[in-house]
């Protein structure tokens, strides 16, 4: 497993044996860098499947609101505009939840 590097800078976080000469993100020299513990590492690794599920759910959720504007602009009848304005408004729950829950991992550390 490689080393993990954060730079102070921004908070990007570079995997390899040694920092970066400069950062991907913000540019910043490769002394803003610190190597993270193997604890904060394992956290970083530990839950990158889980933000991706996080992310993932997201993106679907946005695919799911834009049907749901079509069902609404089509107008076909109340029940159906009704129903789909339902589910545009517990996608915006789901979508919300999911952000929540990424932005308590950024705040843990688990990047």
């Known amino acids: 497993m490689n080393k993990l590097w954060k730079c ?12 970066p ?7 910043a020299p490769k002394e803003k860098f610190v190597l993270l513990s193997q604890e904060e590492a394992d956290k970083i690794y ?8 996080h ?6 959720a946005t695919k799911i609101a834009a049907l749901c504007e079509e069902g609404i602009d089509l107008n076909l ?26 932005a308590g991992h950024m705040s843990k550390g688990k990047w």
């Open 21 to 27: 000469d400069a950062c991907p993100k913000c540019g």
């Open 46 to 53: 530990n839950s990158d499947r889980t933000n991706d599920i």
């Open 55 to 60: 992310m993932e759910v997201i993106e679907l």
């Open 8 to 19: 102070n800078v921004c908070g990007y976080v570079h995997e390899g044996n040694e920092a």
């Open 77 to 102: 009848d109340p029940a159906c505009v009704s129903t789909f304005k339902k589910a545009k408004d517990e996608v915006w729950v789901i979508k919300q939840r999911c952000k929540a829950e990424l």
